[in-house]
Structure formats: C-alpha cells, structure tokens
C-alpha cells in the first residue's frame, strides 16, 4: 500500500477524518489517504493571520511524519483553502504537494471558464483574491460571494451551511456571471460534495480537485 498524507492546517482531529474520508473516495487502487492535524492553531482558519501562521504548522507536521515513518508518504495534499505552507513544504519535501485552492482554481479555469467562489471566511477574501491574481486565473475570477454569520459557528451546523452556500453559489452564476463556483474551504469539504448536483454549472469541491491534480502528478512519476 502506498499512502498520501493529507495535512490539516487547523487542529480539529473532525475536520482532518472528514477530508481524509473525503479524499479516499478519489485514491486509486493501492494507495490510502493519512491524515495528520496541525498540533498548535485554532480549530478552524478564519482570518489571514491564523492563515499566515499555520504554514509553520504545515511544515512542522510533514518533517515529524518523514521522522517518525518507516516509508514516508508519496504525495501531499495541504487541506486549507488558502494553501498556507506550500512554497516551505515544496522547498524541504521530495514528493508532489498539492494545494486545494491552486488545483481547485486549475479545475475550475479548464477551457477557459469563468469562475467564482463560495465561501465562509471573509477574513479570508485578500488572500484567495491575491492566490487567483498569483496563479494566473486574473481575467477568469469572477470573485467572492460570502456566507452571512459567524464562519465556525455556521460551519458547526451542517444543514445551514449546506443551504448558506447554496445560496452564494447561486449569486456567483446569476451575478457575476461565473460558469464554474467552488466551495472554497477544507472544513467546507462535505458541503462542497453535496451541492454539486444542485446546479446546471461544475461545482468544484476542493478535496476531490485536489485528489485528481495529485493523481496525475503520481502517475506521471
């Protein structure tokens, strides 16, 4: 068996079994999904700051993985939005490492479509703004539509926040003229699988655009 690990940034141990659940539906035969939590940071990234300081989580969680395991894994999925650490991880890891924003945003831009994005955290609209302009996705991004309320208080109720970013999704294609909207959010990943068969337009759920991004880049290996 060989493994991905999927790193959470944040330290809910919830989360991370979600997402690993999640991205396991996408492995192919042979390989299985670990998940590991970041040991110091909120429950859930909310703000650029927290952001910010969770790529010393990142980092910190894939060297005491390649220490303490006999076969470290072969790929790396960092499971937050704003793909916190990646450019640290990349410069210590020898093997693929995958962002859910940066491969969300590729799935989303394929063949030239417009896209948007639906989210919780506006806390967080700088930074997913400045990753769309950073990845080359400027005169595609449509922007942000947010969620009304407190983002871990909504997050906390699964039904509310299923219909909440229904209803962003929804102003991303009738507003902004978006033909593509992801769920922009790890903690966000169940909600994200479940609205995709509620619109005419791809749905983009970052755990599986992660998940498929990596497979590639394993199979070219």
Not at 50 to 71: D, F, G, K, Q, Y
Not at 158 to 177: F, K, M, S, Y
Not at 197 to 202: G, I, L, Q
Request: net charge negative; charged share 20%; aromatic share 4%.
């Amino acid at each position: 068996m060989r493994d991905i690990l999927l790193i959470n940034p944040n330290t809910s141990t919830a989360t991370t079994a979600m997402m690993v659940r999640l991205a396991a539906l996408e492995a192919a035969p042979g390989w299985r999904v670990l998940g590991a939590a970041a040991g110091e940071g909120p429950g859930m990234i909310v703000e650029q700051a927290e952001l910010e300081r969770s790529a010393v989580e990142v980092e910190r969680t894939w060297l005491a993985h390649a220490r303490t395991t006999a076969t470290p894994a072969e790929g790396v999925i960092v499971g937050a939005f704003g793909d916190p650490g990646i450019g640290r991880l990349r410069a210590v890891c020898a093997v693929p490492v995958i962002g859910l924003c940066e491969s969300s945003m590729q799935e989303a831009a394929a063949g030239g479509r417009r896209f948007g994005i639906a989210t919780v955290t506006p806390g967080l609209v700088r930074a997913i703004d400045g990753l769309a302009v950073a990845h080359g996705f400027a005169a595609q991004y449509t922007g942000i539509q947010l969620t009304p309320g407190e983002p871990r208080a909504l997050a906390a109720d699964p039904r509310a926040l299923e219909e909440a970013l229904a209803e962003a999704v929804a102003r991303c294609i009738e507003r902004d003229g978006a033909e593509a909207v992801i769920i922009g959010g790890g903690p966000l990943g169940q909600a994200a699988a479940a609205l995709g068969p509620r619109f005419a337009v791809p749905v983009i759920a970052p755990i599986t655009a992660a998940m498929r991004r990596l497979s590639v880049l394993l199979r070219s290996d």
